[in-house]
């Protein structure tokens, strides 16, 4: 089971976070920023959106745009960290809009005007959001590596209790054996059973 | 809309009854000290200053209404006012939309910015933090919270309580009673804190309800040594409404206290003796309020204009040399530098300052994880009682 993200742990870490915001100049990047700077955060203002992002950041605050900046943006999400928070700054809740907000796999939105009373919670809730999903995304990919690695134990079990009529704890102890005096993982000892016996 | 008023006039948001009363009172009558000591400064280009008041009775809603009144029907932008924070939190929508200015002269809880806000008490970071620090030195590890059930205890409790676990404390008990508590309420809640054997109290209890639960405590600890209970916002006011044995040892801190012995402390104690009327006490927020309004004047006077974005550029350049020590807003918050003090009430009623920040203290709204070492260092270590 994974442990979900504990508060302390979104709130301890608030002025820990490098924030980039990718809006244009003016009044909204400038509450936007300062208020970001009251809460903590060390924030870079970038406009227009930069091709890479040299510097590590944990959460981006980024505009929506109808132009080629939102390609610019997304590449650089895509290409960024997977477990950056993205927020998305929106002006319109038109669908082409919203289906940029959800292309660009946003874990928060502000909509505007923006008012400072808005940040903090958004920014809360979306840390933890994105922390939530790369948690689980982690702990899936081991999943499914486990599943897989499985699979391999009780094909190579199943070819030993045909070959010697062994019964399945038979089989087990064996292999428990040869990785003990190998000091190998059951799994690589699994793995070359059946690669020197190919299958029927 | 209403004209813009041809002579500088400020609204003054103080309730004058309900729990709050005593406090805000002593909050209304700093402010219009300091119109009177600036209308002898001269005023601005040559009108006085004058007030409008109105007492909103410790109710929300009608706060909101008098802000209202104030800026749509009166055309004044320039508020002073409100002691509880949902009374600020309800009187902000309006003062935001007309683009005025509240100062708010009270103790409370952080994590708010407007920009149509001067914050000019305290924030955690200049009163909690360095409370918990002291009373972690000075005192033993286990606590009881005892609070008014309403925003400002519960948000102070957290920042507390965190201050605590960091060094090795523990919260063996947390109270809430009603703003306007029975005497069973209060008498149950300090049979509560008996048996948690705590070696300290911290109450974010206010109002009328302060000097009932000191007088309680006092009567059930009438043969044994009581501990002390620690608040961010009992003053002067509540003190002499409880009377000297209930409030003996208790400890309190603030920026401001009418004991200490500086020129313009002495000379703003004088002067508060020579205009309020005498169920008024001195205490923190009566200063705060005078500091902001005076504040507010010089500002006025500099600009030589009372429209809020002439008058909120100008406060920016004050630095005030108030009862307190110097004084002045951080522009990147709108919150105030301020000295922090920590002082025990003695045996006449008295604030003896026990401990001082060398500095004003940077005010810094959004801390979410207080560090304690920044205090403690300053405290020394005293024996524990």
Redesign the interface.
Known sequence: MTTPTSAAAI??T??DLRVLVINPPGDISDALV??L????CSVRHFWPPPEKCEVAVDVIFTGIFQSRHHEEISGLVTAGDPRTTVVALVEYESPAVLSQILELGCHGVITQPL???KV?PVLVSARRNSEETAKLKQKNAQLQDRIGNQTDINRAKVRLMKQHNWEEEQAHTFLSREAMKKRKSILEIAREILQQQPGR | MPHHPDRPTLGLLFSATGVTADIERSQRYGALLAIEQANREGGVNGYAIESVSHDPGGDPDRYRLCAEDFIRNQGVKLLVGCYMSHTRKAVMPVI?RADALLCYPTPYEG?????NIFYGGPAPNQNSAPLAAYLINHYGERVVFIGSDYIYPRESNHVMRHLYRQHGGSVVEEIYIPLYPSDDEVNHAVERIIKAQADVVFSTVVGTGTAELYRAFARHYSTSARPPIASLTTSEAEVKEMGNDAAEGHVVVAPYFSSIDTPASRAFVDACHDFFPDDVTITAWAEAAYCQTLMLARAMRAAGSWYVEDVRRQLYQLELDAPQGPIRIER??NHTHLTSRIAEIDARGAFQVKWQSPQPIRP??????HNLDDWSASMGREERR
């Open positions: 709130l301890n608030l002025r300062l208020q700077i009251r809460i903590g008012d400072s009373h903090l | 935001e994590f708010e910015y407007s920009p990147q918050n810094d709204p959004y801390v979410v994880v």
